[in-house]
Nanobody, 127 residues
Framework: EVQLVESGGGLVQAGGSLNLSCAASGFTNDDYIIGWFRQAPGKEREGVACIVVSVTDGKVLYKDSVKGRFTISSDNAKNTVYLQMNSLKPEDTAVYYC??????????????????WGQGTQVTVSI
């Protein structure tokens, strides 16, 4: 069974940085995608970054509003995907989730298409 465990959330002032981790286990296929999503109170879940986890491919995709501030990366040896978040803004406040779609290597932000989800980690950015 695939398991995803997020960590690294917390409280940070605007302009600060956080590095989220998504530790993955239980995959039986070599290639899949991992997405980072977030959900703020009263808002829909939205994708912010996605990466192809593969020996031969590491293409990424970002939501426009986080381009240049967030960086997604994968350490395949550690089965961990990271989301480095810099220049954080109050509007980045949300619960952040990582998710896995094991049926494709096409990057996307369609929540219902992802097969597995972590429990989420809270990110709060204060003014």
């Amino acid at each position: 069974e695939v398991q995803l465990v997020e960590s690294g959330g917390g409280l940070v002032q605007a302009g600060g940085s956080l590095n989220l981790s998504c530790a993955a286990s239980g995959f039986t296929n070599d290639d899949y995608i991992i997405g980072w999503f977030r959900q703020a109170p009263g808002k829909e879940r939205e994708g912010v970054a996605c990466i192809v986890v593969s020996v031969t491919d590491g293409k990424v995709l970002y939501k426009d509003s986080v381009k240049g501030r967030f960086t997604i990366s994968s350490d395949n040896a550690k089965n961990t995907v990271y989301l480095q978040m810099n220049s954080l803004k109050p509007e980045d406040t949300a619960v952040y989730y990582c998710a896995a779609d094991i049926h494709t290597v096409i990057r996307h932000f369609i929540p219902d298409a992802y097969d597995y989800w972590g429990q989420g980690t809270q990110v709060t950015v204060s003014i």
